[in-house]
């Protein structure tokens, strides 16, 4: 599945960046509590995610590739999604306030959202084009929005279930986790 | 009292199980004993460098633009740990993959750098280094000694469990992570409530 189409489908089900590949875990099981924050954080992520990569792109290719620099890469592009997300949140706060409100508490802490850097650093790893770039970061976001969407909506329902209290909170959280990333291992025999 | 900055990251603080930070490399690089001590060490250099050039620099760092400047001690360092992992263990390297460029955004680095390291001095800095390292990769070792020795009955590449135990190899894959992490964090909580029952 070399195609543009295969690229988008292995992210969202095969290899998906949260469930199969354990990035972004950490706003995973910290803005899933409820759907709202859930919704806020997923699109921020997206949002963020497809700047980046294209960002991160350029960067690599424009800058490091011709100077023979390819070993500052984390270093550069730490940096540049940084600089991007400030960019980011200066520009909504002023021209529009009402997306930055709904989404601005979620901005900085994406900055050290590990999907971010490291699917900028897959895309250089794989030596994807910048389409195929794009079409990964696309496909990704919808993985990632896909899994705490539902994953939210089933926290949810477990703060009113009855458990020992040992499980309330994360372990169940993790241990539902569990469960979603068995329903797509039945998607690892498509190709 | 030095020696206590060295022991509240082990249990006390530990920074996996009590702080719940860094939990996405917990997940991914905990599929067999050698990644995780691999991991822990790799991230444990990191760890200790940043905290003693944050705690050289930071009567120099302008406040407004202190995490930046983190971030870029950060960067260096974990560039030159991958250039070092590269060049001596590529096996461990590979294995690791994108999770060593990653430490970069591990959040108990940054943390420590923001809440212990701007505002002591290296020596405590160090100890505190240290301890939250071996705490760290205290707690990669369990999770991935269940999850190796469920799901091969290897430890280390070594045969423990024998003919009659099956292994069960979804502990290697993605979903065992999920569900060891979820057990190891339910058996802490439950052994802290208990603590707490007894001593109130």
């Keep these: ?191 | 009292m030095l020696i206590n900055e060295l022991t509240k990251g082990i249990i006390k603080d530990n920074p996996l199980f009590v702080q719940l930070l860094g939990t996405c490399p917990s997940l991914a690089t905990t599929s067999s004993l050698t990644n995780a001590l691999g991991m822990g060490a790799a991230f444990t250099f990191v760890l200790i460098g940043s905290n003693i050039v944050i705690s050289l620099i930071r009567k120099l760092i302008p406040d407004q633009v202190h995490i930046p400047c983190y971030i870029v001690v950060i960067a260096s360092l974990v560039t030159v740990v991958e250039m070092i992992m590269n060049a001596y263990v590529p096996a461990l390297y590979a294995a690791l993959g994108v999770f060593v460029p990653l430490i970069v955004v591990n959040c108990i680095v940054l943390g420590r750098a923001e809440a212990f390291a701007c505002k002591n001095g290296v020596v405590a800095s160090i100890l505190d280094a240290i301890g939250m390292g071996i705490g760290y990769t205290l707690a990669l070792t369990i999770i991935a000694s269940f999850r190796e020795l469920l799901g091969s009955g290897k430890l280390l590449g070594h045969q423990i469990l024998g003919a009659p135990f099956t292994p069960a190899l979804i502990f290697i894959l993605p979903a065992g992570a999920f569900i060891t992490m979820g057990c190891v964090f339910a058996m802490v909580a439950y052994l802290r409530q208990r603590g707490a029952a007894h001593n109130g």
């Design chain 1, 1 to 191: 599945m070399d195609s543009t189409f295969g690229i988008i489908f292995s992210a969202v089900f095969i290899s998906n960046i949260i469930l199969a590949q354990f990035l972004g875990l950490c706003s995973f099981l910290g803005v899933s509590k409820n759907f709202k924050n859930a919704f806020g954080m997923s699109a921020a992520v997206s949002f963020v995610m497809l700047l980046a990569t294209i960002l991160c792109y350029g960067v690599y290719h424009g800058l490091l590739v011709p100077y023979h620099l390819e070993y500052l890469q984390t270093l550069v592009f730490i940096l540049a999604i940084a600089a991007l997300v400030q960019l980011v949140e200066m520009f909504m706060k002023k021209s529009m306030p009402a997306l930055h409100k709904a989404m601005g508490v979620y901005l900085p802490l994406i900055t050290t959202n590990c999907a971010i850097l490291g699917i900028a650093l897959i895309n250089v790893t794989k030596n994807y084009s910048l389409i195929d770039s794009i079409a990964n970061s696309i496909g990704t976001s919808l993985g990632y929005t896909m899994a705490i969407l539902l994953f939210s909506c089933i926290r949810e329902r477990l703060d009113e279930d009855q458990m020992p209290p040992c499980m309330r909170v994360l372990p169940i959280a993790l241990i539902t986790a569990s469960f979603m990333s068995i329903a797509l291992m039945g998607m690892s025999g498509i190709h």
